[in-house]
């Protein structure tokens, strides 16, 4: 079982729909959590983090845990074309050494929002 | 506030060679970690490094090395260039590295040939 694991995609889905991407991890201990974008060619920029069950939202994005399913999504509200990227859901592990500086990433799940 | 920089951005090797990749982290941070990312493995972690210590390190061959220097500066070293190592580097900094988001560079691109 991969430590982290996302939606393979591509996922396609309408200008102004709701794009929803999900994440699950295997380490029950893990501790924080990360949404990351990467445009093709690009490294890969921070949309949210989230640390505590529930939702969190940011603007058009909500991130959502659930650490007893050992679950995270992102919800992208009104998608835009501009939101075409690939979506890493990125973990890092329980607190201690072995923590430092790492995240663990999924594979990605390619979005793309058509007109 | 200037964000992680990374060079060079790209660069070519040959097989046996070794190469030096630099990054400077976001200014206060003094956490910096390195990834490599290929499109077959994702991106998987290299190593940390915090006030010039290497504190965690991933599931590399000793061939990849790396330090910090007093200002957070940091650099990674591969030696004898393998065709499997053309990647594209990431640094990236943090000002919590226990539990803090990580702040990514452009990336230096490394081509083995």
């Known amino acids: 079982q991969k430590e982290v694991e996302q939606n393979s995609g591509p996922l396609s889905v309408p200008e102004g729909a709701i794009a929803s991407l999900n994440c699950t991890y295997s380490?029950?201990?893990?501790?924080?959590f990360f949404w990351y974008r990467q445009y093709s060619g690009k490294s890969p920029e921070l949309i949210m983090f989230i640390y505590s069950n529930g939702d969190k939202e940011d603007g058009r994005f909500t991130a959502q845990l659930n650490k007893a399913s050992q679950y995270v999504s992102l919800l992208i509200r009104d998608s835009q074309p501009s939101d075409s990227a690939t979506y890493l859901c990125a973990v890092r592990g329980r607190a201690g050494g072995t923590s430092y500086g790492k995240l663990t990433f999924g594979q990605g799940t390619i979005l793309t929002v058509h007109p | 506030k200037a964000g992680v920089t990374q060079t060079p951005r790209y660069l070519i090797k040959t097989r046996g060679q070794q190469v030096t990749l630099s990054c400077s982290p976001i200014s206060g941070h003094r956490s910096v970690s390195w990834y490599q990312q290929t499109p077959g493995q994702g991106l998987q972690f290299l190593f940390e490094?915090?006030?010039?210590?290497?504190?965690n390190k991933g599931n590399f061959p000793g061939r990849f090395s790396g330090r910090q220097f007093s200002n957070s500066r940091s650099e990674m070293n591969v030696s004898t260039l393998e065709l499997g190592d053309s990647a594209l580097y990431l640094c990236a900094s943090s000002q919590n590295p226990v539990t803090g988001e990580l702040f990514f560079g452009e990336g230096s691109r490394l081509t083995v040939l």
């Open positions: 380490d029950r201990g893990s501790q924080s």
């Open positions: 490094y915090f006030s010039e210590t290497q504190r």
